[in-house]
T-cell receptor, first 119, second 110 residues
């Protein structure tokens, strides 16, 4: 099966510019996640979609970050305007289902990430 | 929010068994424990997942004691290619944040 596709792989912009990242999850995966990974740190969850609805966006800096998942498949993460501290790798992941109960154990499949450098 | 604690780094020689422990004192009843491996310039990759006792697959074993306040990832006979960062992570059945810790950086040498 095809993996999680992300683009672009690398992006360099100046502060105050805008940037958009695209993610195509594994076919049939209902749940999609965007993580931010700053160098030397673990991934930090920004937003989680269940189909095309937002489950959790409590850690998304909504004054500059936005994300959407059209038709419950592809997703786009946008940053406008970018700040120096936004330099990071943006990881997209998907999973089959966000199930509850003891049988609910979703496994995330990650893309290779999009590395953003803000100058 | 459930949090995890892992050693920052570990060193091992090729061929040895490596055990990485993760502490998760406030794990919830519905929480599974999942371990991921991450190489430079790649996204994390699933290794193993468990709820209690012991789970084994082709690459690793996961030991979870009865109180489930910790878990140990065991990598048998590591090779140079196992050099990576290893994260433990909660999967929960509620709408909580799937948060990674800082991870354990494993360095394998000859």
């Amino acid at each position: 099966e095809a993996g999680v596709a992300q683009s672009p792989r690398y992006k360099i912009i100046e502060k105050r510019q805008s940037v958009a990242f695209w993610c195509n999850p594994i076919s049939g995966h209902a749940t999609l996640y965007w993580y931010q990974q700053i160098l030397g740190q673990g991934p930090k969850l920004l937003i989680q979609f269940q189909n095309n609805g937002v489950v959790d966006d409590s850690q998304l800096p909504k004054d500059r970050f936005s994300a959407e998942r059209l038709k419950g498949v592809d997703s786009t993460l946008k940053i406008q305007p970018a700040k120096l501290e936004d330099s990071a790798v943006y990881l997209c992941a998907s999973s089959l289902i966000f199930a509850g109960g003891r049988t609910g154990a979703n496994v995330l499949t990650f893309g290779a990430g999009s590395r953003l450098t803000v100058l | 929010l459930a949090k995890t604690t892992q050693p920052i780094s570990m060193d091992s020689y090729e061929g040895q068994e490596v055990n990485i422990t993760c502490s998760h004192n406030n794990i919830a009843t519905n929480d599974y424990i999942t371990w991921y491996q991450q190489f430079p310039s790649q996204g994390p990759r699933f290794i193993i997942q468990g709820y209690k006792t012991k789970v084994t697959n082709e690459v690793a074993s996961l030991f979870i004691p009865a109180d489930r306040k910790s878990s140990t990832l065991s990598l048998p006979r590591v090779s140079l290619s196992d050099t990576a960062v290893y994260y433990c992570l909660f999967n929960t059945g509620t709408a909580s944040k799937l948060t990674f810790g800082t991870g354990t950086r494993l360095q394998v040498t000859l």
